[in-house]
């Protein structure tokens, strides 16, 4: 299949996926469980990564700055730019991307495989609604308070790599963080806008790759991965026509 | 009451399915047999409308069910139950949800009436005290009957078992047949089986469709079959060598 068809089919899939559910209740005990499954247990890692990249990016900064017309400020700014406009929803992800994309992916596929999505069609469910809007509808609207925490992780990540190295003093860094923020504040809500893009993108893209699974165990693997590079590739692309819409 | 009329399926380039019409009763075991590769499976898949069919029609009780459109079809489906080869249970679901499952999707029931309906069904196939096992942790035979308890959980009046015995030892196999068999009676179920096994043939074909190369080669009963001078059934039924000489000695005496 070339490029094109997998993109009508895309389209075709995600009509079924915002029909109505079969039964309301139903819809939102696994509307409920796949915000758990999918965002809050992605919560330890992205705070982890979080942390220790704030860390990275203010430490980098601080080594880059060597001419002393810049303000040390400027630190804490750029620590905070950096993980508001890209680090926390770009980055953040791309890794979500590999770790919940493969993983709904293969779930999908599974069912696929072992006859379970027939079993769905069998009753009379509309088994792409039912498998996939719980979790792309729970993915977009949770995943950005899991990105919002991880901008405040990376900041505090980058203030404690700071402080504890000795390159500027709090009160610095906190001015740094606050600098400009009133011509800047719109650039959170682009950042937060893009975030359920991506979550978006992410969630449906391996919908469509399990749901199309043919075969057995390999092709879920295959589709697994494809699902990935396909979100990834997505996201990149998104990412930049976003921006050139929105900042530029 | 399922009928087809002038069934033709092609993937492709490739015809699958020519031109099949056949009758299958309620309150009668109706099975479909064949060699490998020879379309069973596309068969009943058409009819149950997870392949559509390329010409013809499939009618349940005077619904023509290949004409309509998804949501009529929803009706229809509620109405099915099937069982499948590889029991398609839901791996997340235990046994008792798995069971539950379309009565959550489809009634208006509590959820206490659908679970004394569920452990009803598992009772009636011999399930008893697995409520909350995952299917992963039951035997193949047991997911067999999981999957036969959850496709009648719905009072079903069209029952479907793509080989139900596959891959079951013979005792298991005999059990499960029966089952089948006293479900259709019982509830006056349209029941169709598609099949390998010899003695389920035997056992419970009230009515058998012999399908080869995609076209419906012979029709007849169990007591038939065994008399039929149709070469390719003969080579079905009697493959083996000690079939074969069981044949010999039939057909002398
Ligand atoms: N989705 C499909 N796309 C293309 N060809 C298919 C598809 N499904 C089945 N076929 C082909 O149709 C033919 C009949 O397959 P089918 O599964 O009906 O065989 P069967 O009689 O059920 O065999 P078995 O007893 O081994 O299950 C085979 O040649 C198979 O390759
Ligand atoms: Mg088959």
């Not at chain 1, 039964?23 to 999918?38: C, D, H, L, Y």
Request: glycine share 8%.
């Amino acid at each position: 299949m070339n490029l094109f068809e997998h993109i009508g089919k895309y389209f075709m899939m995600l009509k079924f996926v915002f029909s109505k559910p079969e039964k309301g209740s139903v819809f939102w005990e696994r509307f409920f469980t796949e915000a758990q499954n999918i965002v809050i247990n992605s919560i330890p890692l992205i705070g982890f990564l979080s942390f220790f990249m704030g860390g990275v990016i203010s430490l980098q900064t601080a080594s880059n700055m060597s001419s002393p017309l810049l303000p040390e400020y400027t630190i804490g700014y750029i620590t905070r730019q950096s993980t508001i406009l890209e680090f926390s929803p770009t980055i953040i992800s791309l890794i979500i991307a590999g770790k919940v994309g493969s993983n709904i992916a293969s779930e999908i596929g599974t069912m696929r495989v072992t006859e379970q999505i027939d079993a769905l069609e069998i009753m009379g469910v509309n088994s792409i609604g039912f498998l996939m809007l719980p979790k792309i509808l729970a993915t977009t609207l949770f995943f950005p308070f899991a990105i919002i925490l991880s901008m405040l992780l990376s900041l505090i990540g980058g203030w404690l790599a700071g402080i504890t190295s000795n390159l500027y003093s709090t009160k610095t860094y906190i001015v740094g963080l606050r600098a400009f923020w009133n011509v800047d504040q719109h650039h959170l809500y682009y950042a937060l806008g893009k975030t359920m893009v991506f979550a978006f993108l992410i969630t449906s893209i391996a919908c469509y790759y399990g749901y199309n699974v043919k075969g057995g165990a390999l092709e879920v693997g295959k589709a697994s991965t494809n699902s990935v590079v396909a979100a990834s590739v997505t996201i990149l692309l998104a990412n930049y026509i976003l921006t050139q819409l929105v900042l530029i | 009451m399922i009928e087809v009329k002038h069934i033709s399926k092609s993937f492709g380039d490739t015809q699958i399915l020519f031109d099949i019409s056949a009758q299958f009763n309620p309150g009668q075991v109706n099975l479909i047999i064949g060699a490998s590769g020879q379309g069973k499976s596309v068969l009943t898949k058409c009819i149950v409308g997870l392949h559509e069919v390329d010409e013809g029609k499939v009618i349940y009780d005077d619904r023509v069910f290949s004409e309509m459109g998804r949501n009529d079809r929803k009706l229809i489906r509620q109405e099915i139950g099937m069982l499948f080869q590889g029991s398609a249970l839901f791996d997340s679901l235990t046994v008792l949800e798995n069971v539950m499952f379309p009565l959550k999707m489809f009634t208006k029931m509590s959820k206490q009436e659908r679970k004394e309906r569920a452990q009803f069904c598992l009772e009636r196939v011999g399930i008893v005290g697995k409520d909350d096992l995952l299917p992963a942790e039951t035997s193949g035979g047991m997911q067999k009957r999981i999957g036969i308890a959850r496709a009648i959980s719905m009072n079903p009046k069209y029952l479907f078992c793509d080989e139900p015995n596959s891959g079951l030892d013979p005792k298991t196999s005999i059990l499960i047949d029966n089952l089948i068999k006293e479900i259709t009676y019982e509830y006056n179920m349209t029941t169709i089986v598609i099949t390998h096994d010899m003695n389920s043939v035997m056992e419970i074909g009230d009515h058998i469709i012999f399908i080869n190369q995609g076209r419906k080669w012979w029709e007849g009963n169990n007591k038939e079959i065994i008399r039929t001078d149709n070469k390719e059934v003969v080579d079905f039924v009697y493959a083996s060598t000690f079939m074969k000489n069981l044949r010999s000695k039939l057909v002398n005496n």
